[in-house]
């Protein structure tokens, strides 16, 4: 038996239903590669705990039993594979029990056992999945026969909906989001982010790649249609567009077995073109083993990506009913945390309610995945704004930091939900640019970017990134408003108050008028005040009065309210110490024992 028939069917075994998601498929590629490699006495439990499962350098096998948990799991997964779909299979792969390293023996076909049902939709995913590693194999291939490393740069288009059903855009979305994912974990390979890609959705895909300085694109389309699903993907050269590869899948659950093998083989010859694919990082998984729930996860994305409380709503539904499927889906319980924490920040329902179910999603999450980086940024949120658990907070931003460096998203809250509240400004600063290099159109750092050079005492730099940001999010309400308090500080009263009148005209149209706030940043004392008064028998979130007075300086007003927001655990009470309007207090007494109390 070559070594060759031992890779073909670990290539194989990657697109079963066995192996194609969770960390067993890379665990055990990583075990095979290093075996055929003459590597097996390396084998030991300190090495796989840090290459498969990224534990720390220092990662401790006495402490933690991830590796022979896995090692189990494994050996189990290995007898269900070959009990069914791979009863036929040419060479069998065993890890024997007390070691690390596997097993190979070759037998001569039997008849094939046809227990397993494949959906349409899993089958088109592994085919695609299959594409994806032919893209990063090519890739490779191409680069060192050149004499060069590898291309730095992909861009993966948004697959474009064919489908006449209007409730199935979630599935090109969620196809395009799980090539990124894939092709972002393979070493040597830099991949344009979601958060980009999404952006430029109906720019034509050779000019986005140009843009984004991409030298290879993935594009593609998907129609659903009943039970019967089509998917068309290619790989081009970005400077030329000439195609290098491409295929077309359509797939009919009656024709399962067929498809199988084909999907089998397509995923086999891929993986010919480059066997070594990034050891050190596993392929990233989809977690759960039921379709149905990741459908729902897909949905419950989506909705979520549309930035609106309508959405966030039906977003909450599909992610419920994700787990309500699979109690066990991690990063549904991590989305969910997310979702909860930002609608209590921002009252969408009550704060307390909300965090109590953000922290207990983002633990569920944590203790099915201790190595999921967004619930670990999840808990480090809910913890921020349920009790002002700072130390720990840290604890789990840097953990997620560390599990996921390339995560704009989790590097821009770390620098929201920590670094700014804080005043640890320059930190701030530098994160947040590290994060828009990653991902140069995410809005969160695009947003707390300003608001960090403002609260550094910088309003013209301030107004002019509010602007690069506003390029972006034009009809994006607090965009305005924040360059209007810039303006504000910084003296422009006129622009001020046109920035003021743009944001309110998008909230609430011609029934917009000035408010107390407002009023106040534009220096019109009497006029806020009388506004401000005719709040209090309905007033707003306490944090919004106590700005108010403070810019006008009635210091035991704005106290007063401060004090209110305290006591609710007001979510922008956090920014009590770099919030611009709240200067006029900084020199009272009180102002430094609320920060103490807050652990600020």
Not at 92 to 116: D, W
Not at 575 to 596: I, V
Request: charged share 30%; hydrophobic share 40%; glycine share 6%.
């Amino acid at each position: 038996m070559s070594s060759g028939d031992v890779e073909a069917q670990v290539a194989r075994m990657l697109a079963s239903e066995k192996f194609s998601r969770g960390r067993l498929g890379a665990f055990l590629q990583y075990v095979v590669e290093e075996t055929l490699a003459g590597r097996k006495e390396q084998l030991k439990e300190s090495v796989i705990g840090v290459q498969v499962f990224q534990r720390e350098a220092d990662y401790d096998p006495r402490l933690d039993p991830i590796v022979r948990v896995e090692a189990r799991r494994l050996r189990q997964r290995l007898e269900q594979y070959y009990g069914s779909e791979g009863a036929s299979d040419p060479v069998v792969i065993e890890l024997p029990k007390g070691g690390y390293s596997p097993e190979f023996r070759s037998r001569q076909p039997e008849a094939r056992k046809r227990t397993q049902f494949w959906t349409p939709l899993r089958i088109a995913l592994a085919a695609v999945l299959a594409g994806a590693l032919a893209v990063s194999g090519f890739l490779t291939i191409h680069g060192r026969q050149a004499g060069r490393e590898p291309p730095a740069m992909l861009f993966v288009a948004p697959f474009t909906n064919l489908s006449q059903e209007k409730d199935s855009e979630y599935l090109s979305e969620g196809l395009t989001e799980e090539l990124i994912d894939v092709l972002a974990h393979v070493r040597g390979l830099q991949v344009i982010t979601r958060g980009q890609a999404f952006r430029m959705r109906n720019v034509e895909s050779r000019e986005a790649a140009k843009s984004l300085h991409a030298a290879w694109i993935v594009e593609g389309s998907l129609r659903q249609s009943g039970g019967q699903l089509r998917i068309a993907a290619r790989l081009l050269e970005a400077g030329s567009g000439k195609a290098v590869w491409a295929h077309t899948y359509e797939r009919q659950a009656a024709d399962v077995f067929r498809m199988q093998e084909e999907i089998a083989q397509a995923i086999a010859n891929a993986l010919r073109l480059e066997l070594k694919v990034d050891r050190g990082h596993p392929l990233s998984a989809r977690y759960s083993e039921n379709v149905e729930a990741f459908n729902y996860y897909l949905k419950g994305r989506y909705h979520w990506g549309r930035l609106n409380m309508a959405d966030a709503r039906l977003a909450i539904r599909d992610l419920e009913q994700a787990i309500a499927v699979d109690s066990n889906y991690a990063p549904a319980y991590s989305q969910l945390a997310m979702i909860y924490a930002l609608l209590g920040f921002y009252q969408e329902m009550p704060p307390r309610e909300a965090w109590e179910k953000a922290e207990a999603m983002s633990r569920r999450a944590l203790a099915i995945d201790p190595a999921l980086a967004e619930a670990h940024a999840a808990l480090g949120m809910a913890e921020v704004y349920s009790a002002w658990k700072w130390k720990e907070a840290e604890t789990e931003f840097r953990r997620a930091l560390e599990l996921n460096p390339a995560s704009a998203i989790v590097r821009s809250t770390y620098v929201l939900l920590w670094l700014v509240p804080q005043a640890r400004l320059n930190e701030a600063k530098e994160q947040a640019e590290r994060a828009l290099v990653l991902d140069p159109l995410e809005p969160v750092a695009s947003y707390i970017l300003p608001y960090i050079t403002l609260a550094q005492g910088n309003p013209a730099a301030a107004v002019g990134q509010y602007r690069k940001f506003l390029e972006l999010l034009p009809q994006f309400p607090n965009g305005w408003w924040d360059m209007g308090m810039a303006y504000a500080v910084a003296g422009d009263r006129e622009r001020a108050r046109a920035a003021f009148e743009k944001a309110g005209e998008i909230r609430e149209g011609s029934q917009y008028r000035c408010g107390a706030i407002e009023y106040a940043l534009l220096g019109e004392a009497d006029r806020a005040r009388e506004r401000a008064r005719g709040y209090e028998k309905r007033p707003p979130r306490p944090m919004e009065m106590a700005r108010i007075y403070a810019v006008i300086g009635d210091a035991d007003d704005a106290f007063r309210w401060l004090e209110r927001s305290f006591a609710e655990r007001d979510g922008e009470l956090l920014y009590l110490k770099t919030d611009p309007r709240l200067r006029n207090l900084r020199s009272d007494r009180r102002y430094g024992d609320l920060m103490r109390r807050m652990g600020l």
